[in-house]
Each structure stands twice: as C-alpha cells, then as structure tokens.
C-alpha cells in the first residue's frame, strides 16, 4: 500500500497546534505567577531567536504526566522551535567541523537540525564567519569541566574585546559580536577505529578530549601515541584512513566514518560537561535569569584583584566563572574573565560595572545570556 502523503497545509495546522499548546502552556504558568519574568510575552516571541524559553521548557517538563522524559521533551521542543522558526527566519550557525564534533551537537542542542549549521576548519573561523557576517551565530567551546578552559575561544573572545575597546584608543570598535547564550553540554567520548583495540598504536583527537580521557588511555593503552588534531571528528576521518589509528569522539562521528565504537564513555570525569558559548551580532533579550561576562585588566600592583573582587561582593553578585589569561605581547600581564548571575539593567549590575572599569586599565562586556542547564 503506497504511504499517504502528508500536504503542506496539514503541516501547517500541526504547527500551528503545537505553538497554540506552548502559549497555552506559557500562558497558564504566566497566570499562575510561575514565568514572571516573561510576563506578556508569547511563547513564540520568547524564541524568536530559536532558543527555547527555559523557563516555558521546564514548565512543560515539570507539568508532563505523559510516557516521555524529560530529554525527549527537550529534544521534540526543539526541534519542533527549530523548524517552525526556520520557516520564517532561517538561522546561520558556523562551528568547529567536520560534521559531529561536540561543537556540532553543541550547536544542534541549541538551534535544532533546521538551521543550517556550518562547520568551518578552526575555532577562530567560528569568530571571522559571525564577525563577518556569514553567520548570524557561532558555537565555542569555552570551558571543560576536567580540563579547564579552552584558549583558541579565549584568545578569539580578548581579541573581540580589544577591537570593541577600539584597541587602547578608547573609541567603539566596528565589531558587535558578542556571547549571546551557552550550552553546557554532556560530553561522553567515545573510542573510535577501524579495526581491533589490540592493533592500536596511534590515539588521535582534540588535545582536550584527550586530555579529559588521560587515565583511561594510561591504563586501557599504554604506551601509544597520542597525537593531536584540528577536532574529534577530523581525527575519526585519520582513525578511517589508518587501521591502527583510533580516534576520539562522538559515537555519531563513528557512524559518519565508518567506524565502530571500541570503547564507549571513556571519560575520566563521569560528570564531564563542556560549557560552550554562543556568539552573534545581536544582544540577547533578557530572560529574568541572567548571567554577564566580561574581559579586564587590573593595574599591576599589589592588592588591584583584590580590589576588583570586592566590588562583587559589596553588590551581592554571585561569580560563576573566573579564569585569567596571559596577555601574549605583556610579560606579566593578564586579562581576566568573569561572569557572574545578573543583568546589566539592574542597578546594583550597573554599578559594579562602573566600579570595575574605574579600577581598570580596560574592561570590556562580553555579553549577557540566560543561564542554561546542563543539556545531554
Ligand atoms: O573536537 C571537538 O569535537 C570539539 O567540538 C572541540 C572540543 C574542545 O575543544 O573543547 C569540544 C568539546 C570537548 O570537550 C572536546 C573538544
């Protein structure tokens, strides 16, 4: 019997039923006082941008009664957002490629498989393709929760900071490009190859997913060589090339390659989470719960961090991320990063700010975002 075709207009209605049953849903909560902070918004202006409301998704999470988990929820959700909202407007994405990376599924996590999703060869070509135009957003990895931060995003993020400051000259910058959300994304490595665990002479993947597997392959492997490449999914094309060549990466990456899973979840951390941040042209609208990065340089003199420490703590700010960073052409000098809950149309935001740039020799925002849960 031949499959009945679904029409055009019928996919419309279904749309259309489903954005209905997420206003519903955002409107009842609203009514109940739950989404306070999206009050008179719709469900569908709340993800104009593609992201999903996290304060709609957990409500529909928490109210379901239903068969499904809460992943699933969150994965037909999106979708769903995904495709309605690339019908109207469609979305541009560069990440670090080949096809299923971790940035890949970062960037699938947030925007959906409806966004054309553009995997370019480094983490600085993310930055060039939005801060060109190419690419309304770009997803990067910024910090691993084993291994620490991930400097190609860093550099990338200092030197947007530099063009914003009109680098020392105290003008604007031309660039707008900003953090405009983050992913805090799962991450389960897998061992990928060709052949058997026995003839492995050669591991290949990113030097952090590498590292975030270190014990494992100490103890599974001993004795063959580590080697780096340009992302976990290049290295599982190297792993389909060589047969005694593995590869780090993602199980999808396997499938894309040819190649079968030797060894699944070999991570050292089980809680391995990698926190990447979304950039783009365009502020995010504020959520009720935000978070601020920023990028400063305190003087070089004794007590000047301390200083810059203090100011959070007189406006009850609470920091969520810390990491300082050599400035390459400065011996001595570091950048700091940080981020902290908060948006800057509160007042008590406001002011910290301004303290911090006083006791600064520069000082850049990075953007403000909606605090996200651990997705994966
Ligand atoms: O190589 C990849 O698959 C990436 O997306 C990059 C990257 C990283 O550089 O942190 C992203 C997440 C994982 O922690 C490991 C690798």
Known sequence: MAAKKVTAAQLRKLDRQLVDLL???AAAAIANGELAEARGESAVDQTASGVADPAVLKYAIENNDGP????????????????????????????????????????IARFGQSAELVPVATIASVFDEVEQG??????????????????????????LSAVANGNGSGESGATHV?????????????????????????VCSKPQALSQCRNWLAAHLPGVKLEPASSSAEAASLAAAEPDTAAIGTEQAAVNNGLSVLA???????ENVTRFAVIGARAADRTGR????????APHEPGSLADAMAIFKRHRLNLTWIESFPIPSARGRYLFFLE??????????????????????????LGSYAESEVVG
């Open 340 to 365: 902290f809950q908060g948006h800057p149309a509160e007042l008590r935001v406001k002011r910290a700010i301004a303290s911090l740039q006083k006791k600064s020799l520069r000082l850049s925002l």
């Open 178 to 202: 900003q953090i405009c959300g983050e992913v805090p994304l799962r991450i389960h490595h897998c061992l990928l190859g060709r052949g058997a665990r026995s003839e492995i002479r050669r």
């Open 264 to 270: 699944r979840n070999i991570e050292d951390n089980a």
């Open 68 to 107: 499904l988990t809460a992943n699933a929820i969150q994965a037909i959700f999106r979708e769903l957002l995904s495709g309605i909202r690339s019908a109207n407007q469609p979305i541009r994405a560069a990440y670090l490629g080949p096809a299923y990376t971790y940035s890949h599924l970062a960037a």
């Open 23 to 25: 206003n519903e849903r």
């Open 134 to 159: 190419h690419a309304q957003f770009g997803v990067v990895p910024i910090e691993n929760s084993t291994d620490g931060r991930v400097a190609d995003s860093l550099e990338c993020l200092a030197r």
């Open 290 to 297: 935000d978070k601020t990065a920023l990028v400063f340089e």
